[in-house]
Nanobody, 114 residues
Framework: QVQLVESGGGLVQPGGSLRLSCAASGIIFSINNMGWYRQAPGNQRALVAT???????NYADSVKGRFTISRDNAKHTVYLQMNSVKPEDTAVYYCNTHPAYHSWGQGTQVTVSS
């Protein structure tokens, strides 16, 4: 059974930084393309960043230059480094494969506010 467990969210001031983590189990992590997604109140879940098994990254225009996705295959973990955060980054953040084949985890709440 696939499990995706996100952590690292919290309250952060505009301009601050956070590092999200997602531990995956039940999949052959190293061969999967992984993604971070987010869902703000009243909005549909949206793709934020992807990282292929070969190390290629892609980012939503809204986070380019501010967010960095990375992975540690030995730890079966994918990360999202969030810098220069803005209030519009407030959302619940989720990880999944890309495309998102598996059931969603509980997500981690990120709130950007002064």
């Amino acid at each position: 059974q696939v499990q995706l467990v996100e952590s690292g969210g919290g309250l952060v001031q505009p301009g601050g930084s956070l590092r999200l983590s997602c531990a995956a189990s039940g999949i052959i992590f190293s061969i999967n393309n992984m993604g971070w997604y987010r869902q703000a109140p009243g909005n549909q879940r949206a793709l934020v960043a992807t990282l292929s098994s070969f190390g290629r990254t892609n980012y939503a225009d809204s986070v380019k230059g501010r967010f960095t996705i990375s992975r540690d295959n030995a730890k079966h973990t994918v990360y999202l480094q969030m810098n220069s955060v803005k209030p519009e980054d407030t959302a619940v953040y989720y990880c999944n494969t890309h495309p998102a084949y598996h059931s969603w985890g509980q997500g981690t709440q990120v709130t950007v506010s002064s």
